[in-house]
Protein backbone atom coordinates (compact mmCIF):
# COMPACT_ATOMS: atom_id res chain seq x y z
CA UNK A 1 0.00 0.00 0.00
CA UNK A 2 1.43 3.36 -0.92
CA UNK A 3 2.63 5.61 1.77
CA UNK A 4 2.46 2.62 4.32
CA UNK A 5 5.08 1.49 6.33
CA UNK A 6 5.20 -2.09 8.39
CA UNK A 7 6.83 -2.10 11.77
CA UNK A 8 6.69 -3.63 14.67
CA UNK A 9 4.76 -2.56 17.48
CA UNK A 10 7.31 -0.79 19.92
CA UNK A 11 7.24 -2.75 23.60
CA UNK A 12 4.86 0.08 26.08
CA UNK A 13 6.87 1.15 29.11
CA UNK A 14 3.57 0.08 31.03
CA UNK A 15 0.35 -1.96 30.48
CA UNK A 16 -1.96 -0.17 28.39
CA UNK A 17 -5.20 1.03 31.06
CA UNK A 18 -8.08 -1.02 31.09
CA UNK A 19 -10.86 0.31 29.30
CA UNK A 20 -13.13 2.01 30.68
CA UNK A 21 -16.95 2.61 30.89
CA UNK A 22 -17.59 5.59 29.31
CA UNK A 23 -17.96 7.02 25.80
CA UNK A 24 -16.00 10.48 26.16
CA UNK A 25 -12.32 10.79 25.25
CA UNK A 26 -10.22 10.03 27.76
CA UNK A 27 -6.77 10.53 28.36
CA UNK A 28 -4.22 8.67 30.02
CA UNK A 29 -0.60 9.49 30.29
CA UNK A 30 2.13 8.23 32.99
CA UNK A 31 1.80 11.63 35.17
CA UNK A 32 -2.30 12.10 34.92
CA UNK A 33 -5.18 11.40 34.68
CA UNK A 34 -8.29 14.09 32.79
CA UNK A 35 -11.72 13.65 32.04
CA UNK A 36 -14.27 15.98 31.12
CA UNK A 37 -17.85 15.19 32.16
CA UNK A 38 -20.39 14.27 28.91
CA UNK A 39 -24.12 14.28 29.31
CA UNK A 40 -24.12 11.13 26.61
CA UNK A 41 -26.01 8.07 27.92
CA UNK A 42 -23.29 5.91 29.43
CA UNK A 43 -21.80 2.93 27.11
CA UNK A 44 -20.18 -0.32 27.78
CA UNK A 45 -17.42 0.08 25.08
CA UNK A 46 -14.93 3.28 25.14
CA UNK A 47 -14.03 4.37 21.70
CA UNK A 48 -10.74 5.00 22.86
CA UNK A 49 -8.33 5.08 25.40
CA UNK A 50 -4.92 6.84 25.44
CA UNK A 51 -1.49 5.85 27.27
CA UNK A 52 1.91 7.33 26.94
CA UNK A 53 5.41 6.07 27.04
CA UNK A 54 8.68 7.19 27.47
CA UNK A 55 12.22 6.37 25.82
CA UNK A 56 15.41 7.47 25.55
CA UNK A 57 15.81 10.11 22.25
CA UNK A 58 16.80 7.93 19.21
CA UNK A 59 19.83 10.54 18.67
CA UNK A 60 21.17 9.88 22.05
CA UNK A 61 20.23 6.20 22.01
CA UNK A 62 22.50 5.99 18.78
CA UNK A 63 25.47 8.14 19.93
CA UNK A 64 25.64 5.70 22.88
CA UNK A 65 25.73 2.80 21.01
CA UNK A 66 28.77 4.10 18.62
CA UNK A 67 30.66 5.54 21.30
CA UNK A 68 30.86 6.20 24.87
CA UNK A 69 30.16 9.62 26.41
CA UNK A 70 32.34 12.22 25.40
CA UNK A 71 33.95 14.81 27.48
CA UNK A 72 31.58 17.69 25.95
CA UNK A 73 28.36 15.66 26.58
CA UNK A 74 29.81 15.11 30.07
CA UNK A 75 30.29 19.22 30.55
CA UNK A 76 26.83 20.29 29.16
CA UNK A 77 24.77 17.44 31.32
CA UNK A 78 27.60 19.23 34.43
CA UNK A 79 26.40 22.37 33.10
CA UNK A 80 22.60 21.71 33.22
CA UNK A 81 23.19 20.42 37.11
CA UNK A 82 25.14 23.41 37.39
CA UNK A 83 22.13 25.74 36.60
CA UNK A 84 19.80 23.76 38.22
CA UNK A 85 21.72 24.74 41.35
CA UNK A 86 21.81 28.18 40.43
CA UNK A 87 18.14 28.29 40.51
CA UNK A 88 17.71 27.14 44.59
CA UNK A 89 16.25 30.13 45.97
CA UNK A 90 18.59 32.33 47.94
CA UNK A 91 17.89 32.18 51.91
CA UNK A 92 17.72 36.08 52.23
CA UNK A 93 14.42 36.75 49.95
CA UNK A 94 14.22 40.34 48.72
CA UNK A 95 11.18 41.07 46.96
CA UNK A 96 8.03 38.49 46.92
CA UNK A 97 7.25 35.42 44.66
CA UNK A 98 4.68 32.79 44.68
CA UNK A 99 5.28 30.17 46.55
CA UNK A 100 5.06 26.53 44.60
CA UNK A 101 2.86 25.00 47.55
CA UNK A 102 -0.05 27.17 46.74
CA UNK A 103 0.35 26.62 42.80
CA UNK A 104 -3.01 25.72 41.95
CA UNK A 105 -2.68 21.64 40.39
CA UNK A 106 -1.76 21.29 37.06
CA UNK A 107 -2.72 18.12 34.81
CA UNK A 108 0.40 16.16 35.87
CA UNK A 109 -0.21 13.63 38.89
CA UNK A 110 0.89 15.82 41.75
CA UNK A 111 4.64 14.80 42.88
CA UNK A 112 5.89 14.59 46.68
CA UNK A 113 8.34 17.85 45.91
CA UNK A 114 10.44 20.19 48.26
CA UNK A 115 8.30 23.32 48.09
CA UNK A 116 10.14 25.94 45.85
CA UNK A 117 9.35 28.97 43.97
CA UNK A 118 9.28 27.93 40.75
CA UNK A 119 9.36 31.82 39.45
CA UNK A 120 12.35 32.90 40.95
CA UNK A 121 15.03 31.90 38.79
CA UNK A 122 13.82 33.47 35.80
CA UNK A 123 13.19 37.09 37.23
CA UNK A 124 14.23 40.31 35.87
CA UNK A 125 17.15 38.89 33.89
CA UNK A 126 17.88 36.19 31.31
CA UNK A 127 18.98 32.69 31.92
CA UNK A 128 22.23 33.37 30.16
CA UNK A 129 23.12 36.39 32.83
CA UNK A 130 22.15 34.70 36.09
CA UNK A 131 25.09 31.75 34.55
CA UNK A 132 27.23 35.10 34.45
CA UNK A 133 29.27 35.80 37.74
CA UNK A 134 28.42 39.42 38.89
CA UNK A 135 32.11 40.59 37.96
CA UNK A 136 31.09 40.55 34.44
CA UNK A 137 28.21 42.32 34.84
CA UNK A 138 27.98 45.10 31.95
CA UNK A 139 28.67 48.36 33.31
CA UNK A 140 25.96 50.08 31.31
CA UNK A 141 23.35 47.95 33.17
CA UNK A 142 24.55 49.18 36.50
CA UNK A 143 25.04 52.49 35.36
CA UNK A 144 21.55 52.85 34.42
CA UNK A 145 19.95 51.05 37.58
CA UNK A 146 22.13 53.80 39.64
CA UNK A 147 20.54 56.52 37.50
CA UNK A 148 16.85 55.15 38.10
CA UNK A 149 16.68 57.01 41.44
CA UNK A 150 17.72 60.08 40.11
CA UNK A 151 15.05 59.83 37.08
CA UNK A 152 12.36 58.98 39.98
CA UNK A 153 13.56 62.39 41.83
CA UNK A 154 13.27 63.82 38.80
CA UNK A 155 9.78 62.89 37.79
CA UNK A 156 8.99 63.80 41.38
CA UNK A 157 9.96 67.47 40.89
CA UNK A 158 8.99 68.22 37.83
CA UNK A 159 5.33 66.42 37.95
CA UNK A 160 4.82 67.42 41.47
CA UNK A 161 2.62 64.46 42.29
CA UNK A 162 1.19 62.99 45.13
CA UNK A 163 3.70 60.54 46.80
CA UNK A 164 3.72 58.69 50.21
CA UNK A 165 5.34 60.31 53.97
CA UNK A 166 8.15 57.57 52.75
CA UNK A 167 9.26 58.64 49.29
CA UNK A 168 12.74 61.14 50.61
CA UNK A 169 13.45 57.73 52.76
CA UNK A 170 13.13 55.57 49.56
CA UNK A 171 14.77 58.68 47.45
CA UNK A 172 18.17 58.79 49.61
CA UNK A 173 18.54 54.88 49.87
CA UNK A 174 17.65 53.41 46.20
CA UNK A 175 20.86 54.24 44.80
CA UNK A 176 22.53 52.17 47.14
CA UNK A 177 20.46 49.26 47.38
CA UNK A 178 19.34 49.00 43.60
CA UNK A 179 23.12 48.99 42.54
CA UNK A 180 23.47 46.21 45.32
CA UNK A 181 20.69 44.21 44.11
CA UNK A 182 21.90 44.53 40.43
CA UNK A 183 25.08 43.67 41.34
CA UNK A 184 24.65 40.58 43.42
CA UNK A 185 22.00 38.91 40.92
CA UNK A 186 19.38 38.96 43.31
CA UNK A 187 16.30 37.36 42.86
CA UNK A 188 12.73 38.17 43.83
CA UNK A 189 11.37 35.25 46.45
CA UNK A 190 9.00 34.14 48.36
CA UNK A 191 8.03 36.75 51.47
CA UNK A 192 4.95 35.03 52.76
CA UNK A 193 2.63 32.82 50.78
CA UNK A 194 -0.54 34.24 49.70
CA UNK A 195 -3.99 32.57 50.12
CA UNK A 196 -7.29 34.22 48.98
CA UNK A 197 -8.98 34.55 51.50
CA UNK A 198 -13.02 33.18 52.18
CA UNK A 199 -15.41 36.10 51.35
CA UNK A 200 -18.42 33.93 53.09
CA UNK A 201 -19.24 35.36 56.77
CA UNK A 202 -19.30 31.78 58.06
CA UNK A 203 -15.86 31.24 57.31
CA UNK A 204 -14.36 34.42 59.21
CA UNK A 205 -12.53 34.51 62.64
CA UNK A 206 -14.49 35.94 65.43
CA UNK A 207 -12.61 38.99 65.36
CA UNK A 208 -12.99 39.44 61.46
CA UNK A 209 -16.81 38.98 61.88
CA UNK A 210 -17.35 41.45 64.40
CA UNK A 211 -14.73 43.83 62.42
CA UNK A 212 -17.16 43.76 59.22
CA UNK A 213 -20.64 44.16 61.61
CA UNK A 214 -18.69 47.23 63.43
CA UNK A 215 -17.70 48.50 59.27
CA UNK A 216 -21.64 47.43 58.60
CA UNK A 217 -23.35 49.64 61.46
CA UNK A 218 -20.71 52.90 60.85
CA UNK A 219 -21.91 53.12 57.08
CA UNK A 220 -25.26 52.54 58.26
CA UNK A 221 -24.99 55.26 60.05
CA UNK A 222 -23.00 57.10 57.16
CA UNK A 223 -26.02 56.57 54.89
CA UNK A 224 -28.56 57.29 57.22
CA UNK A 225 -26.55 60.88 57.84
CA UNK A 226 -26.05 61.62 54.19
CA UNK A 227 -22.37 61.30 55.08
CA UNK A 228 -21.23 60.15 51.57
CA UNK A 229 -23.14 62.77 49.68
CA UNK A 230 -22.91 65.95 52.35
CA UNK A 231 -20.40 68.66 52.02
CA UNK A 232 -20.87 69.72 54.83
CA UNK A 233 -19.61 68.67 58.39
CA UNK A 234 -22.82 66.18 59.94
CA UNK A 235 -22.11 67.55 63.78
CA UNK A 236 -23.01 71.18 62.49
CA UNK A 237 -27.03 69.71 62.10
CA UNK A 238 -26.71 66.02 62.84
CA UNK A 239 -30.67 66.17 64.32
CA UNK A 240 -31.91 67.74 60.57
CA UNK A 241 -29.79 65.00 58.50
CA UNK A 242 -31.49 61.84 60.46
CA UNK A 243 -35.06 63.26 59.83
CA UNK A 244 -34.33 63.35 56.28
CA UNK A 245 -34.60 60.28 53.81
CA UNK A 246 -31.44 58.19 53.80
CA UNK A 247 -29.86 58.10 50.48
CA UNK A 248 -29.06 55.18 48.38
CA UNK A 249 -24.92 55.06 47.85
CA UNK A 250 -23.73 52.28 45.30
CA UNK A 251 -20.57 51.10 44.34
CA UNK A 252 -19.40 49.28 40.80
CA UNK A 253 -23.02 49.21 40.63
CA UNK A 254 -24.00 47.37 43.89
CA UNK A 255 -26.06 49.21 46.44
CA UNK A 256 -24.66 49.26 50.17
CA UNK A 257 -26.63 47.83 52.54
CA UNK A 258 -28.90 46.28 50.54
CA UNK A 259 -28.31 42.26 50.23
CA UNK A 260 -25.15 39.95 51.64
CA UNK A 261 -23.02 41.48 48.34
CA UNK A 262 -22.33 44.27 50.81
CA UNK A 263 -20.70 42.16 52.75
CA UNK A 264 -18.10 40.92 50.12
CA UNK A 265 -16.90 44.63 49.30
CA UNK A 266 -16.43 45.78 52.91
CA UNK A 267 -14.35 42.74 53.27
CA UNK A 268 -12.20 44.01 50.73
CA UNK A 269 -11.89 47.22 52.14
CA UNK A 270 -11.35 45.50 55.69
CA UNK A 271 -8.74 43.18 54.20
CA UNK A 272 -7.10 46.28 52.08
CA UNK A 273 -6.60 47.99 56.13
CA UNK A 274 -5.78 44.94 57.56
CA UNK A 275 -9.13 45.24 59.36
CA UNK A 276 -8.92 48.11 60.82
CA UNK A 277 -12.45 49.55 61.61
CA UNK A 278 -11.77 53.08 60.94
CA UNK A 279 -9.09 52.82 58.45
CA UNK A 280 -11.48 50.58 56.43
CA UNK A 281 -14.54 53.24 56.56
CA UNK A 282 -11.82 55.90 56.02
CA UNK A 283 -11.12 54.56 52.72
CA UNK A 284 -14.52 53.50 51.56
CA UNK A 285 -16.02 56.93 51.76
CA UNK A 286 -12.32 58.18 50.25
CA UNK A 287 -13.32 55.71 47.14
CA UNK A 288 -17.06 56.72 47.06
CA UNK A 289 -16.13 60.70 46.76
CA UNK A 290 -13.37 59.61 44.39
CA UNK A 291 -15.74 58.27 41.90
CA UNK A 292 -18.19 61.26 41.72
CA UNK A 293 -15.39 63.56 41.35
CA UNK A 294 -13.69 60.72 38.36
CA UNK A 295 -17.37 60.66 36.98
CA UNK A 296 -17.17 57.08 36.96
CA UNK A 297 -21.33 56.95 36.13
CA UNK A 298 -20.75 59.33 33.31
CA UNK A 299 -17.53 57.28 32.41
CA UNK A 300 -19.40 54.31 31.72
CA UNK A 301 -21.55 56.01 28.82
CA UNK A 302 -18.36 57.47 27.07
CA UNK A 303 -17.00 55.84 23.89
CA UNK A 304 -13.28 55.77 23.94
CA UNK A 305 -12.42 54.07 20.90
CA UNK A 306 -10.72 50.69 20.44
CA UNK A 307 -7.25 51.62 19.69
CA UNK A 308 -6.06 50.28 22.89
CA UNK A 309 -7.91 47.00 23.07
CA UNK A 310 -4.47 45.02 22.37
CA UNK A 311 -3.14 46.59 25.71
CA UNK A 312 -5.58 45.33 27.69
CA UNK A 313 -7.74 42.60 27.11
CA UNK A 314 -9.63 39.39 28.85
CA UNK A 315 -9.12 36.23 27.61
CA UNK A 316 -10.47 32.41 29.59
CA UNK A 317 -10.37 32.23 32.87
CA UNK A 318 -7.64 30.26 35.54
CA UNK A 319 -7.97 27.11 37.47
CA UNK A 320 -10.11 28.63 40.20
CA UNK A 321 -12.46 30.35 37.51
CA UNK A 322 -11.01 33.83 37.82
CA UNK A 323 -11.45 36.11 34.72
CA UNK A 324 -7.95 36.33 33.17
CA UNK A 325 -6.78 40.18 32.18
CA UNK A 326 -3.58 40.32 30.14
CA UNK A 327 -1.85 43.61 29.74
CA UNK A 328 0.18 43.73 26.95
CA UNK A 329 2.74 47.09 27.43
CA UNK A 330 4.89 45.56 24.68
CA UNK A 331 2.31 47.26 22.37
CA UNK A 332 3.82 50.46 23.07
CA UNK A 333 7.09 49.98 21.09
CA UNK A 334 3.95 51.27 18.55
CA UNK A 335 5.21 54.75 18.11
CA UNK A 336 1.70 56.19 17.41
CA UNK A 337 -0.08 54.07 20.03
CA UNK A 338 2.86 55.46 22.55
CA UNK A 339 2.51 59.05 21.42
CA UNK A 340 -1.20 58.95 21.95
CA UNK A 341 -1.35 57.14 24.93
CA UNK A 342 1.62 59.03 27.24
CA UNK A 343 3.03 62.20 25.22
CA UNK A 344 0.98 64.91 27.31
CA UNK A 345 -0.76 65.02 31.01
CA UNK A 346 -3.66 65.23 28.64
CA UNK A 347 -3.47 62.28 26.36
CA UNK A 348 -2.14 60.39 29.55
CA UNK A 349 -5.28 61.56 31.68
CA UNK A 350 -7.04 60.06 28.45
CA UNK A 351 -5.50 56.55 28.86
CA UNK A 352 -5.98 56.38 32.58
CA UNK A 353 -9.76 57.01 31.78
CA UNK A 354 -9.62 54.32 29.10
CA UNK A 355 -7.83 51.59 31.80
CA UNK A 356 -10.89 52.59 34.80
CA UNK A 357 -13.92 52.33 32.18
CA UNK A 358 -12.07 48.84 31.05
CA UNK A 359 -11.85 47.89 34.79
CA UNK A 360 -15.34 49.10 36.11
CA UNK A 361 -16.95 47.44 32.81
CA UNK A 362 -14.85 43.78 33.75
CA UNK A 363 -15.97 44.06 37.50
CA UNK A 364 -19.38 44.87 36.75
CA UNK A 365 -19.33 41.05 35.41
CA UNK A 366 -17.86 39.47 38.23
CA UNK A 367 -19.98 38.01 40.99
CA UNK A 368 -19.94 39.86 44.45
CA UNK A 369 -22.20 37.14 46.11
CA UNK A 370 -20.55 34.91 49.02
CA UNK A 371 -18.67 32.41 47.56
CA UNK A 372 -18.66 33.52 43.85
CA UNK A 373 -15.66 34.83 41.80
CA UNK A 374 -14.83 38.28 42.92
CA UNK A 375 -11.55 39.25 41.83
CA UNK A 376 -9.42 38.97 38.62
CA UNK A 377 -6.24 37.07 37.37
CA UNK A 378 -3.55 39.74 35.67
CA UNK A 379 -0.87 38.92 33.38
CA UNK A 380 1.63 41.55 33.04
CA UNK A 381 3.44 40.81 29.72
CA UNK A 382 6.68 42.74 30.11
CA UNK A 383 8.09 41.71 26.59
CA UNK A 384 9.68 44.70 24.90
CA UNK A 385 8.14 47.23 27.50
CA UNK A 386 9.19 50.42 27.37
CA UNK A 387 12.26 50.64 29.80
CA UNK A 388 12.80 52.94 33.17
CA UNK A 389 14.12 55.55 30.70
CA UNK A 390 10.70 56.34 29.04
CA UNK A 391 9.82 59.32 31.83
CA UNK A 392 6.01 59.24 30.01
CA UNK A 393 5.63 55.69 30.89
CA UNK A 394 6.89 55.71 34.30
CA UNK A 395 4.45 59.25 35.77
CA UNK A 396 1.99 57.05 33.75
CA UNK A 397 2.63 53.65 35.68
CA UNK A 398 3.03 55.11 39.56
CA UNK A 399 -0.46 58.06 39.00
CA UNK A 400 -1.98 54.60 37.83
CA UNK A 401 -0.65 51.88 40.50
CA UNK A 402 -1.60 55.00 43.40
CA UNK A 403 -5.10 55.26 41.98
CA UNK A 404 -5.99 51.61 41.58
CA UNK A 405 -4.53 50.40 45.35
CA UNK A 406 -6.80 53.32 47.07
CA UNK A 407 -9.58 52.96 44.95
CA UNK A 408 -9.92 49.14 43.47
CA UNK A 409 -8.88 46.82 47.10
CA UNK A 410 -8.13 43.77 46.85
CA UNK A 411 -9.59 43.17 43.25
CA UNK A 412 -6.62 40.90 42.08
CA UNK A 413 -6.12 37.62 43.22
CA UNK A 414 -2.90 37.18 41.19
CA UNK A 415 -0.26 39.38 39.44
CA UNK A 416 1.94 37.44 37.21
CA UNK A 417 4.49 38.89 35.55
CA UNK A 418 5.90 37.47 32.28
CA UNK A 419 8.93 37.51 29.92
CA UNK A 420 10.18 39.85 32.51
CA UNK A 421 13.55 41.90 31.40
CA UNK A 422 16.92 42.40 33.04
CA UNK A 423 16.37 46.15 33.93
CA UNK A 424 12.67 45.56 35.40
CA UNK A 425 14.41 44.31 39.08
CA UNK A 426 15.97 47.45 39.49
CA UNK A 427 12.56 49.09 38.63
CA UNK A 428 10.42 47.09 40.92
CA UNK A 429 12.94 48.05 43.59
CA UNK A 430 12.15 51.53 42.80
CA UNK A 431 8.28 51.37 42.89
CA UNK A 432 7.76 48.59 45.87
CA UNK A 433 7.80 51.21 48.46
CA UNK A 434 4.49 52.61 46.85
CA UNK A 435 2.84 49.35 47.09
CA UNK A 436 1.66 47.40 50.49
CA UNK A 437 3.07 43.74 51.82
CA UNK A 438 -0.32 42.42 50.98
CA UNK A 439 -0.23 43.69 47.63
CA UNK A 440 3.49 42.87 46.71
CA UNK A 441 3.00 38.78 48.25
CA UNK A 442 0.57 38.37 45.26
CA UNK A 443 3.21 38.55 42.65
CA UNK A 444 4.81 36.57 40.75
CA UNK A 445 7.71 36.79 38.05
CA UNK A 446 8.79 34.65 35.11
CA UNK A 447 11.41 35.69 32.25
CA UNK A 448 11.28 34.71 28.83
CA UNK A 449 11.81 31.02 29.06
CA UNK A 450 9.77 30.22 32.31
CA UNK A 451 7.02 32.17 30.53
CA UNK A 452 4.28 29.38 29.36
CA UNK A 453 5.37 27.01 32.65
CA UNK A 454 4.38 29.77 34.61
CA UNK A 455 1.00 30.36 33.57
CA UNK A 456 0.21 27.13 33.35
CA UNK A 457 0.14 25.86 36.90
CA UNK A 458 -2.76 28.93 37.60
CA UNK A 459 -4.51 28.65 33.82
CA UNK A 460 -5.00 25.29 31.82
CA UNK A 461 -3.95 25.47 28.30
CA UNK A 462 -6.48 25.48 26.57
CA UNK A 463 -7.61 28.82 28.32
CA UNK A 464 -4.11 30.06 27.47
CA UNK A 465 -3.74 32.16 24.50
CA UNK A 466 -1.52 30.91 21.42
CA UNK A 467 0.89 33.68 21.67
CA UNK A 468 1.62 33.20 25.45
CA UNK A 469 2.04 28.79 24.71
CA UNK A 470 -0.84 28.02 25.14
CA UNK A 471 -3.77 26.11 22.90
CA UNK A 472 -6.81 28.99 22.80
CA UNK A 473 -7.23 31.19 19.35
CA UNK A 474 -9.69 33.20 17.97
CA UNK A 475 -12.02 29.92 16.67
CA UNK A 476 -13.77 30.69 13.55
CA UNK A 477 -15.21 28.77 10.59
CA UNK A 478 -11.68 27.74 9.42
CA UNK A 479 -10.72 25.24 12.91
CA UNK A 480 -14.57 24.56 14.50
CA UNK A 481 -13.00 21.46 15.65
CA UNK A 482 -11.68 22.55 19.25
CA UNK A 483 -12.66 25.05 21.95
CA UNK A 484 -11.87 26.42 24.98
CA UNK A 485 -14.30 24.24 27.00
CA UNK A 486 -11.94 21.50 25.34
CA UNK A 487 -9.31 20.25 27.91
CA UNK A 488 -6.01 19.86 27.10
CA UNK A 489 -3.46 17.20 28.78
CA UNK A 490 0.33 18.68 29.77
CA UNK A 491 3.28 16.79 30.10
CA UNK A 492 6.57 17.13 30.16
CA UNK A 493 9.47 15.55 27.52
CA UNK A 494 12.75 14.98 29.37
CA UNK A 495 15.69 15.76 27.56
CA UNK A 496 17.31 13.26 25.50
CA UNK A 497 13.89 11.50 25.80
CA UNK A 498 11.25 10.13 23.14
CA UNK A 499 7.43 10.33 24.18
CA UNK A 500 5.08 8.31 22.98
CA UNK A 501 1.16 9.06 23.09
CA UNK A 502 -0.62 5.73 22.34
CA UNK A 503 -4.61 6.50 21.98
CA UNK A 504 -6.16 2.96 21.27
CA UNK A 505 -9.29 3.03 19.04
CA UNK A 506 -11.69 0.12 19.90
CA UNK A 507 -14.22 1.27 16.81
CA UNK A 508 -14.03 2.83 13.57
CA UNK A 509 -14.46 6.86 13.48
CA UNK A 510 -12.68 10.17 12.62
CA UNK A 511 -9.99 11.17 15.06
CA UNK A 512 -8.76 14.79 15.22
CA UNK A 513 -6.27 16.21 17.13
CA UNK A 514 -4.12 18.90 17.80
CA UNK A 515 -0.50 18.71 19.32
CA UNK A 516 2.34 21.22 20.38
CA UNK A 517 5.38 21.40 21.99
CA UNK A 518 6.19 24.87 23.33
CA UNK A 519 9.36 26.09 21.14
CA UNK A 520 9.41 22.97 19.62
CA UNK A 521 12.75 22.37 18.39
CA UNK A 522 11.66 18.40 18.47
CA UNK A 523 11.00 16.09 15.94
CA UNK A 524 7.18 15.17 15.71
CA UNK A 525 5.83 12.02 13.92
CA UNK A 526 2.07 10.56 14.01
CA UNK A 527 1.21 6.90 12.52
CA UNK A 528 -1.73 4.29 12.96
CA UNK A 529 -0.98 0.91 13.70
CA UNK A 530 -4.09 -1.65 13.09
CA UNK A 531 -4.56 -4.31 15.50
CA UNK A 532 -4.59 -6.97 12.67
CA UNK A 533 -2.20 -8.93 12.23
CA UNK A 534 0.32 -8.60 9.30
CA UNK A 535 -1.28 -5.35 8.80
CA UNK A 536 0.65 -3.11 7.74
CA UNK A 537 1.12 0.90 9.75
CA UNK A 538 -0.01 3.75 8.15
CA UNK A 539 2.32 7.12 8.17
CA UNK A 540 0.06 10.19 8.82
CA UNK A 541 3.02 12.36 9.57
CA UNK A 542 6.66 11.28 8.78
CA UNK A 543 8.65 12.35 11.66
CA UNK A 544 10.20 16.38 10.69
CA UNK A 545 12.12 18.21 13.18
CA UNK A 546 10.22 21.13 13.89
CA UNK A 547 11.12 24.61 14.50
CA UNK A 548 10.29 27.36 16.76
CA UNK A 549 9.27 29.13 13.54
CA UNK A 550 7.07 26.26 12.52
CA UNK A 551 3.31 26.85 13.01
CA UNK A 552 2.49 26.77 17.08
CA UNK A 553 0.02 24.13 16.77
CA UNK A 554 0.00 21.07 14.36
CA UNK A 555 -4.07 19.93 13.84
CA UNK A 556 -4.60 16.83 11.84
CA UNK A 557 -7.07 14.11 11.61
CA UNK A 558 -7.46 10.00 10.47
CA UNK A 559 -10.19 8.14 9.16
CA UNK A 560 -9.69 4.81 10.86
CA UNK A 561 -11.38 1.93 8.85
CA UNK A 562 -10.17 -0.58 11.61
CA UNK A 563 -9.49 -0.93 14.78
CA UNK A 564 -5.87 -0.29 15.93
CA UNK A 565 -3.79 2.83 17.95
CA UNK A 566 -2.90 6.07 16.81
CA UNK A 567 0.82 6.94 18.11
CA UNK A 568 2.08 10.49 18.37
CA UNK A 569 5.98 10.69 18.77
CA UNK A 570 7.72 13.46 20.16
CA UNK A 571 11.38 12.95 20.36
CA UNK A 572 13.74 15.37 22.22
CA UNK A 573 17.24 15.02 21.51
CA UNK A 574 18.10 18.46 23.26
CA UNK A 575 19.42 19.19 27.20
CA UNK A 576 16.38 20.83 27.94
CA UNK A 577 13.18 19.98 28.89
CA UNK A 578 9.94 20.69 26.64
CA UNK A 579 6.14 21.02 27.28
CA UNK A 580 3.99 18.79 25.54
CA UNK A 581 0.61 19.80 24.92
CA UNK A 582 -2.24 17.72 23.13
CA UNK A 583 -5.98 17.14 23.11
CA UNK A 584 -8.32 15.23 20.53
CA UNK A 585 -11.88 14.36 19.70
CA UNK A 586 -13.88 10.95 18.03
CA UNK A 587 -16.09 12.24 15.46
CA UNK A 588 -18.92 9.55 14.00
CA UNK A 589 -17.08 7.49 11.18
CA UNK A 590 -19.03 7.96 7.62
CA UNK A 591 -18.43 5.84 4.61
Not at 31 to 56: G, H, I, R, W
Request: hydrophobic letters at 35%; aromatic letters at 8%.
Amino acid sequence: MAGETPTQPPPTAEPLPPPLPTPTVTSFDALDFVQKEDPSPVSSTPAVSVSVTESVSTAIAEMEELTPPSELVLSELHAAVEVEKQETPPPQPPLPVESESESPAVTEKPKEEEPSAPAAPTVAVLESEMQQPSSTLPQEMIKESRSLAAMMEKDKTEAQEPTLSSTSTTTTSAPVEVAAVVDQKKIPQNLGSFKEESNKVVDLSDAERNALEELKQIVQEAVDTHLFTSETKTEENPENKRKEQPEEVSIWGIPLLKDDRTDVILLKFLRARDFKVKDSFAMLRNTIKWRKEFGIDELLDEDLGDDMEKVVFMHGQDRESHPVCYNVYGEFQNKYLYQKAFSDEEKRTKFLRWRILFLEKSIRKLDFRPGGVSTVFQVSDLRNSPGPGKREHRLATKQALELLQDNYPEFVAKQVFINVPWWYLAFYTMISPFMTQRTKSKFVFAGPTKSAETLFKYIPPEQVPIQYGGLSVDYCDCNPDFSDADPATEMTVKPGTKQTVEITIYEKCVIVWEIRVVGWEVSYGAEFKPNTKDSYTVIIQKPRKMSGKDEPVVSQSFKVGELGKVLLTVDNPSSKKKKLLYRFKVKPFCD
